[in-house]
């Protein structure tokens, strides 16, 4: 239980936006019903609001509504600040998907010798997106386990049939709901591991 209990208080901590009187009693194991409870009750001066993974010690706080109203931008195009990041976060996948697709060893597919040949391309790269489905709570810890098993700085994650890599050879993430919970604390928090949540987090089970 000890992921579901680090995971339980990164996003306790970390995903409050509102301040509530209440005090809380928080629960052992608890269910999900019990979680948004805690969540809604727990004042923001009552949790640390971030890791130690957290850049410029983020921490969500109520701010004034901006004088401009925000508008929506249509997604019929990417933007461009999109356009520009897109070369550099691609080229910055290479050597993570070229170790990966080697290692996989692809039946009548030299990966190497692709990579190696298009690596001064990125338009020519293979474009990876990966997506942590909603719903709810389990959702979060599926996509956890998913994401770690993902994520080369899992223990064991590179050996002989694992996937480690998969996530540093990606380009996007993208979590609903559920698995939105878990993209945005790991987002809010410098993009630390999953493993690394659990390492750090006190055994309470």
């Not at 976060?89 to 070229?98: P, Q, S």
């Amino acid at each position: 239980m000890k992921l579901q209990d680090s995971l339980t208080s990164l996003l306790t901590a970390s995903s409050v936006l509102s301040a509530a009187s209440a005090s809380v009693v928080v629960v052992r194991n608890p269910t999900v019903d019990e979680v948004g409870a805690e969540a809604l009750a727990v004042p923001l001066t009552a949790w640390k609001r971030a890791t130690a993974e957290a850049p410029n010690n983020y921490i969500p706080t109520e701010v004034d509504c901006p004088s401009t109203r925000p508008t929506i931008r249509s997604a019929a195009s990417l933007s461009n600040e999109e356009l520009a990041w897109l070369p550099i976060r691609r080229n910055n996948t290479v050597t993570a998907m070229r170790n990966l697709l080697t290692r996989v060893n692809i039946t009548g597919f030299d990966a190497g010798a692709y990579l190696d040949t298009h690596s001064s391309n990125a338009s020519n790269l293979p474009n990876i997106g990966i997506a942590a489905s909603g719903g709810g709570y389990r959702a979060l810890m599926n996509g956890a386990g998913n994401i770690a098993a993902f994520d080369s700085r899992t223990a064991n994650s590179t050996g002989a049939g694992h996937l480690g890599g998969l996530l540093q050879s990606a380009t996007y993430l993208a979590g609903l709901s559920g698995g939105g919970w878990l993209v945005g604390s790991l987002y809010v928090n410098n993009f630390t591991s999953v493993q690394q949540i659990i390492d750090t987090t006190p055994d309470t089970s």
